[in-house]
């Protein structure tokens, strides 16, 4: 897929989601960067542990809302977008230029959108899919040939934003229970 993209300088800074000055943002950077000093593998090693590491809200039945980057650190679980807004803090804090992507998914009650990021490294942009594994879902690492969690067809989008869609803050700001909101109102379009 052909991605859409500004200048990569402009996918390094923080905003209120994407929280690259958190200080635990900002010690595990550190920590992930001191292990993988190339910038391919320490941006393997962040994606590693965010999907490792943090459950996907769904696969753990977690109602737990998380959004900042922060917030996920801290509760170690939330959903796709979450995780992605974690996983862009973490490598923007270590330099890797890294942008917010969405996925657009046939949900049971129509089309959801699905949160991945697109991180800059050898001149090209490439998304990485942090969701989550379990039986089915298989997202890897990959420079070139992408791994993502669910296939990619019709409904990929080829912009990768600097910051978090708007219709996905205000729908997980918007309630108390990611489960319900999974159930019932995840955003279709960014």
Not at 159 to 175: D, I, K, M, N
């Amino acid at each position: 897929m052909d991605l859409r993209a500004d200048d990569p300088a402009r996918y390094l800074g923080a905003d209120d989601i994407v929280e690259t000055d958190h200080p635990g943002v900002r010690a595990l950077a550190a920590e992930l960067r001191a292990a993988h000093p190339s910038d391919e593998a320490f941006a393997r090693a962040a994606f590693a542990w965010v999907r490792d590491r943090v459950q996907h809200s769904i696969d753990a039945q977690d109602p737990r809302v998380t959004l900042t980057a922060g917030e996920v650190l801290d509760a170690r679980v939330g959903l796709c977008y979450a995780k992605s807004h974690l996983l862009a803090a973490v490598t923007r804090a270590g330099g890797i230029p890294t942008g917010l992507c969405y996925q657009r998914l046939a949900g049971e009650n129509g089309p959801v959108l699905h949160g991945l990021v697109a991180v800059h490294l050898d001149g090209r942009w490439h998304r990485q899919d942090p969701r989550g594994n379990r039986p089915g879902v298989d997202a890897q690492f990959r420079l070139g040939e992408e791994q993502l969690a669910f296939p990619a067809g019709e409904g990929d989008l080829p912009e990768v934003h600097v910051s978090p869609s708007p219709a996905v803050v205000a729908a997980l700001r918007g309630t108390d229970d990611v489960l319900e909101l999974c159930r019932n109102g995840l955003p279709a379009a960014p």
